[in-house]
């Protein structure tokens, strides 16, 4: 393949891919007053076809504004609520299953931060023993 063929390969597959991951974040479907929100997959292919050298890095750098605003216009909260605090779940219980907890509580005994002891009770506790296993000895 000679270097001309190898830069139109190049450019037309960072094309297609620019165009490809507009479509996936939601490029052109907001609107908004940012011209790199409101431009569509379609313009962006075109644009890096034509232009590449400058409008395939610009796409680069665009892309997570163009994602932020997308998800900002897809946020149903009202103005001035705030996010749940981490740990929160979906339906906004902000309660872990027993199977989480458990997982959680597994994990910290493999890595040495619980003994088997503090881990029997914590689970006794989880699944809602009425008093921790006691140990033989």
């Known amino acids: 393949m000679s270097q001309y063929s190898i830069m139109i390969v190049l450019v037309l597959g960072t094309s297609i891919w620019a ?12 609107a908004s007053n940012n011209w790199s929100v409101n431009t569509s997959p379609v313009q962006w292919f075109f644009l890096c076809v034509l232009l ?3 409008f395939f890095p ?10 932020r605003a997308v998800v900002a216009s897809q946020d149903t909260r009202q ?3 705030v996010l749940p605090a981490a740990g929160w779940y979906a339906d906004g219980s902000g309660v872990n299953s027993k ?3 458990l997982v959680k509580l597994d994990a910290l005994r493999q ?5 088997q002891a503090e881990f029997d009770a914590e689970k006794a506790k989880v699944l809602g023993a009425p008093f921790p296993p006691v140990q033989p000895g």
Do not use: M, T
């Open 19 to 30: 165009a490809i991951d507009a479509s996936k974040i939601g490029a052109g479907k907001v």
């Open 52 to 54: 590449w050298i400058v």
């Open 58 to 67: 610009l796409y680069l750098v665009k892309r997570s504004g163009i994602r």
């Open 79 to 81: 103005p001035g609520s």
């Open 99 to 101: 199977a989480d907890e």
């Open 111 to 115: 890595s040495g931060v619980l003994s």
